[in-house]
C-alpha cells in the first residue's frame, strides 16, 4: 500500500494542485518561493494534531473573499472559503481491511482509495453570529476617531485571525475514484460521504493508514561548543538510544560493567572526601544523633551517552593497520558540518523508521518520509551519495508496510541522479495575474509522452553539465561558448535588471537547441534562444533538398540565394527557408506559437541587418555568426591596432571599401579562434564596444517578460527594419 497522489485546494500558493508520488523517491523542485514547502506542510495540517491552521494558510484571493464577506448578503455555507486536501492510496490485498472504513462500496473492484480532508467552517450559522456580536461589541475611540489603533475586528478576515481555530474544523470524506475524472477530480454532482470531523474522531481513520516525518532543512549542528538551538551528534545519538537501541536494563554484561564502575568509585570518593566528612561531622549540628555524610557514584544509565560519552571521528591508520586503542580520534566538533550532516540526517531516518515500528496498537501500513533540502553543508559528490543511498539505509518492508520519501531540493547534483521521471517541478502559475499560486508538472508524464532518444539526450545532457534548469525564473539557450562567456557581461553593460533574475544559461550548439522544445514548453520556462544565421549556399548536382541543405557552402548573408542551414531555425521557421526571408521576419514573429496561434514562452533572436559605417561607405548589414555581427556593429573599433588581440582586424583596411571590408571579415572569422576572441574582449577594460543588437533585442524581450513593471531604462533599440513599420 502507498500514496498515490494528493491534491490540494486554496492551501497558501497551492490553489488547485495535483501532485503524483512516486512508489520510492518523489523529488519537489522549482524556483524559490514556487510552493514546494506548501506542498509539505500541508500534510503536517491535516495530519499532526499539534499543528493548528492559521489564516494565513488559506490561498491569498481567499482573503480577499474574506475580506468581502457581508453577513446581510453572503451564504457561510456556500462563500466562506475552505482547504481541500485529497488523498488518494493504492491498496494490495494485504491492507484491504485497514481501508474498510473508506471504501465506496462492496462493489469495490481495486480502484485507488481515497478520503477528502477540508479545513471547514465548524457551524457557518454560528460563525456569522459570533463575527456580528464581535463587531457589534466593537468601539471605536471617542476622544480620537482618526487614531491609528483601530478596534478588532475590522473585517472576517481580522476576526479570524484570533478565531479560526475555534470557527473551523477539519472533516473527513470518503471519495469514490469512479465518481471522479482521470485527474481524480470529483464531478461537479457527486457529493462524498461525510465520515465525520475531527471532533467525532474521525480523523483516527486516516491516522490509522499513514504517519508523516519531517527532516527540515534547519538542522542547527554546531561544529563548536556553542549554545542555544546548536546541537551535536552525541546529543542526537544520545536521543536515538533512548528510543531504539538495546536497553541496559536487558544487557546483563552491561550492567554488571556499571556496578563496577560505581564500586570503584565509591572507593575513589570514600578516600578523597573522608578528611573534609569528618571535619563536618565535628559541628555536631543538629545533634549526637546527626547521620553521617558520604559520597556515592551513581549511573543514570538513559544519559550515559548524553552526559558521559561523546562521538569521535577515528583518524585513518598507517599501512591499513586495525583501529586500537592508541589509535589517533578527534571529538566530533572537529569534524566539518558536512560530514556530520550526512550522519545526522542518516540517524533521524532510521530514528524515524523504528519509531514506525514501534507505534503503539496498529501500525499505519503507510510511513512517509518528507526530507527538506538535504544538500544543506553538503557538497556535490556528498549529495548524489545521499539520494543515491538514502533509500538503502532503511531495513527491508516487511509485507504489508511500505516507506515512501519525497526530497525537496535546490541541488541540480541531486537531480544528477535521477532520471525525469520523480521530478515534480513547481512553478509560478502564469496565468492567474497577479494572483501568487503554483503549478505542478508531473516529469513523469513528460517522460512517457516524449520520443526515446530526444528523452535520453536531455536526460544526458543535464547529467553531464548538472544544469539548473528547474530552479531559474528563466532559460537562455546559446549557440557555443563565446556567446556563454559574454553573456553576463552583455547583460550587466545593457540590461542591468535581469540580474535580478535567476537565468540558467545552456550551450546547446544551433544543432539541438530545438531539442528542448518540448521540454520547456512543458515546465513553460520562459526561454530565450541564441542563435546564428548560418548562411550556406546550396550544393550544385544530383542531389536531394535534404542533402543540399547538409553540404551547402558557407557564404555571407549578402548572397542572393543564401539559405540557413541552423536547425533551430529550420526547426521554428520551416516556412522561410532563405536568408531573405529571416532578415525580414519582424520580431513580433520570432515568438514560438503554440496552440490556437498564441505566442508561447521561447523566443528565438538571430543575427538582424544593421547600418554599418565604414568611410563614406553606408549599409545594412547582418552577420553571419556572433562574431561577424560583432565586427559589423563595430567597426571603428574593431580595426584599430591596439584592438588586434581581438582577431578582427583586417591588414590594411582602412584602404578597403565597406564591401570588401565585410568579405574580409567574413573570412577572418571563418578561422578564428573564438574561444580567444571572447577572452581578449572580456579582458578590454573598455566600455566603449556595443553588443550586436539581435542579443539586445532578445534580452529586452527577456526582461519584459520576467519585470514587466520595470521602470529601468529600455534596452537600445536598433532603428525600423525597412518595410516594416515602427
Known amino acids: 500500500m502507498h500514496i498515490k497522489s494528493f491534491r490540494v485546494q486554496n492551501f497558501r500558493r497551492l490553489?488547485?494542485?495535483?501532485?503524483?508520488?512516486?512508489?520510492?523517491?518523489?523529488i519537489f523542485v522549482g524556483a524559490n518561493n514556487s510552493g514546494k514547502t506548501s506542498a509539505t506542510h500541508v500534510f503536517q495540517r491535516f495530519l499532526d494534531p499539534k499543528v493548528r491552521f492559521q489564516?494565513?494558510?488559506?490561498?491569498?484571493?481567499?482573503?480577499?473573499?474574506?475580506?468581502?464577506?457581508?453577513?446581510?448578503?453572503?451564504?457561510?455555507?456556500?462563500?466562506?472559503?475552505?482547504?481541500?486536501?485529497?488523498?488518494?492510496?493504492?491498496?494490495?490485498?494485504?491492507?484491504?481491511?485497514?481501508?474498510?472504513?473508506?471504501?465506496?462500496?462492496?462493489?469495490?473492484?481495486?480502484?485507488?482509495?481515497?478520503?477528502?480532508?477540508?479545513?471547514?467552517?465548524?457551524?457557518?450559522?454560528?460563525?456569522?453570529?459570533?463575527?456580528?456580536?464581535?463587531?457589534?461589541?466593537?468601539?471605536?475611540?471617542?476622544?480620537?476617531?482618526?487614531?491609528?489603533?483601530?478596534?478588532?475586528?475590522?473585517?472576517?478576515?481580522?476576526?479570524?485571525?484570533?478565531r479560526l481555530t475555534n470557527e473551523y474544523e477539519t472533516n473527513y470524506y470518503v471519495l469514490d475514484a469512479r465518481q471522479c475524472d482521470t485527474e481524480l477530480i470529483p464531478k461537479p454532482e457527486y457529493e462524498p460521504f461525510h465520515l465525520g470531523s475531527n471532533s467525532t474522531g474521525a480523523g483516527a481513520i486516516v491516522s490509522a493508514l499513514i504517519k508523516v516525518d519531517f527532516l527540515n532543512a534547519q538542522r542547527h549542528l554546531t561544529d563548536s561548543e556553542s549554545h542555544g538551538r546548536a546541537e551535536d551528534l552525541s546529543r542526537r545519538l544520545s536521543k536515538y538510544y533512548q528510543r531504539n537501541l538495546q536497553k541496559f536494563e536487558a544487557d546483563l554484561d552491561a550492567l554488571s560493567a556499571i556496578a563496577d564502575s560505581e564500586s570503584a568509585l565509591n572507593e575513589h570518593f570514600a578516600q578523597a572526601?573522608?578528611?573534609?566528612?569528618?571535619?563536618?561531622?565535628?559541628?555536631?549540628?543538629?545533634?549526637?544523633?546527626?547521620?553521617?555524610?558520604?559520597?556515592?557514584?551513581?549511573?543514570?544509565?538513559?544519559?550515559?551517552?548524553?552526559?558521559?560519552?561523546?562521538?569521535?571521528?577515528?583518524?585513518?591508520?598507517?599501512?591499513?593497520?586495525?583501529?586500537?586503542?592508541?589509535?589517533?580520534?578527534?571529538?566530533?566538533?572537529?569534524?566539518?558540518?558536512?560530514?556530520?550532516?550526512?550522519?545526522?540526517?542518516?540517524?533521524?531516518?532510521?530514528?524515524?523508521?523504528?519509531?514506525?515500528?514501534?507505534?503503539?496498537?496498529?501500525?499505519?501500513?503507510?510511513?512517509?518520509?518528507?526530507?527538506?533540502?538535504?544538500?544543506?553543508?553538503?557538497?556535490?559528490?556528498?549529495?548524489?551519495?545521499?539520494?543515491?543511498?538514502v533509500f538503502e539505509l532503511l531495513p527491508g518492508a516487511k509485507p504489508g508496510f511500505h516507506t515512501q520519501l519525497v526530497v525537496t531540493t535546490h541541488s541540480s547534483h541531486i537531480l544528477y541522479e535521477r532520471s525525469f521521471k520523480p521530478i515534480r517541478y513547481f512553478c509560478r502559475d502564469k496565468g492567474t495575474g497577479s494572483l501568487h499560486c503554483s503549478e505542478v508538472k508531473n516529469l513523469s508524464v513528460f517522460y512517457r509522452q516524449e520520443e526515446e532518444t530526444t528523452r535520453d539526450f536531455l536526460q544526458q545532457y543535464l547529467k553531464l553539465t548538472h544544469c539548473d534548469l528547474f530552479f531559474a525564473d528563466a532559460a537562455v539557450l546559446v549557440e557555443g561558448n563565446v556567446e556563454r562567456l559574454l553573456l553576463p557581461l552583455i547583460i550587466e553593460r545593457n540590461v542591468p535588471d535581469l540580474q535580478k533574475c535567476h537565468l540558467t544559461v545552456l550551450e546547446v550548439g544551433g544543432a539541438f537547441a530545438h531539442k528542448f522544445q518540448e521540454l520547456l514548453e512543458f515546465l513553460e520556462i520562459t526561454t530565450l534562444?541564441?542563435?546564428?544565421?548560418?548562411?550556406?549556399?546550396?550544393?550544385?548536382?544530383?542531389?536531394?533538398?535534404?542533402?543540399?541543405?547538409?553540404?551547402?557552402?558557407?557564404?555571407?548573408?549578402?548572397?542572393s540565394a543564401a539559405i540557413t542551414s541552423n536547425e533551430a531555425l529550420k526547426h521554428w521557421f520551416p516556412k522561410l527557408a532563405s536568408i531573405d526571408e529571416l532578415l525580414g521576419l519582424p520580431d513580433s514573429e520570432k515568438v514560438v506559437k503554440v496552440d490556437n496561434n498564441r505566442d508561447g514562452s521561447i523566443r528565438i533572436a538571430y543575427q538582424t541587418r544593421r547600418p554599418a559605417t565604414w568611410g563614406t561607405d553606408v549599409a545594412e548589414l547582418a552577420g553571419r555568426t556572433l562574431e561577424e555581427a560583432f565586427a559589423l556593429e563595430n567597426l571603428t573599433w574593431t580595426q584599430e591596432q591596439s584592438r588586434k588581440i581581438i582577431g578582427l582586424s583586417i591588414p590594411s583596411s582602412g584602404r578597403l571599401k565597406l564591401q570588401a571590408l565585410h568579405e574580409a571579415i567574413f573570412t577572418r572569422v571563418r578561422n578564428l579562434d573564438k574561444t580567444r576572441f571572447a577572452l581578449g574582449l572580456i579582458a578590454e577594460q573598455d566600455d566603449t564596444w556595443k553588443a550586436p543588437q539581435y542579443i539586445l533585442d532578445g534580452l529586452g524581450w527577456l526582461r519584459d517578460r520576467l519585470l514587466p513593471s520595470s521602470s529601468a531604462s529600455a534596452v537600445p533599440a536598433s532603428p525600423p527594419e525597412p518595410g516594416v513599420d515602427e
Open 529 to 559: 534562444v541564441i542563435t546564428d544565421l548560418d548562411s550556406v549556399t546550396a550544393a550544385q548536382g544530383n542531389k536531394t533538398e535534404k542533402e543540399d541543405l547538409e553540404r551547402g557552402k558557407a557564404c555571407m548573408t549578402t548572397e
Open 273 to 389: 572526601f573522608e578528611s573534609i566528612l569528618k571535619s563536618i561531622e565535628t559541628l555536631g549540628y543538629p545533634g549526637a544523633t546527626n547521620p553521617s555524610l558520604t559520597v556515592r557514584a551513581s549511573f543514570n544509565v538513559q544519559n550515559v551517552l548524553s552526559t558521559s560519552a561523546r562521538v569521535h571521528y577515528a583518524l585513518p591508520s598507517i599501512n591499513d593497520a586495525p583501529f586500537s586503542e592508541s589509535s589517533l580520534i578527534l571529538p566530533d566538533q572537529y569534524n566539518g558540518l558536512g560530514f556530520k550532516n550526512l550522519i545526522y540526517m542518516a540517524v533521524e531516518i532510521l530514528d524515524f523508521h523504528h519509531a514506525w515500528e514501534d507505534v503503539e496498537g496498529q501500525r499505519p501500513p503507510v510511513h512517509l518520509i518528507m526530507i527538506e533540502e538535504p544538500e544543506a553543508h553538503l557538497h556535490a559528490q556528498l549529495q548524489q551519495v545521499f539520494i543515491r543511498k
Open 15 to 26: 490553489k488547485n494542485v495535483r501532485v503524483d508520488l512516486d512508489k520510492e523517491t518523489t
Open 55 to 162: 489564516i494565513y494558510d488559506f490561498t491569498a484571493d481567499c482573503w480577499d473573499t474574506f475580506n468581502r464577506f457581508d453577513p446581510t448578503t453572503s451564504s457561510a455555507e456556500t462563500d466562506l472559503p475552505k482547504i481541500y486536501f485529497d488523498l488518494w492510496f493504492e491498496v494490495d490485498n494485504d491492507n484491504v481491511h485497514r481501508v474498510l472504513d473508506l471504501l465506496p462500496g462492496l462493489d469495490w473492484n481495486g480502484e485507488p482509495v481515497g478520503v477528502r480532508m477540508v479545513y471547514e467552517p465548524r457551524n457557518p450559522s454560528s460563525l456569522v453570529a459570533n463575527y456580528q456580536s464581535a463587531c457589534k461589541d466593537r468601539k471605536p475611540s471617542a476622544e480620537n476617531p482618526d487614531a491609528t489603533y483601530k478596534p478588532w475586528p475590522q473585517n472576517l478576515t481580522d476576526y479570524l485571525k484570533k
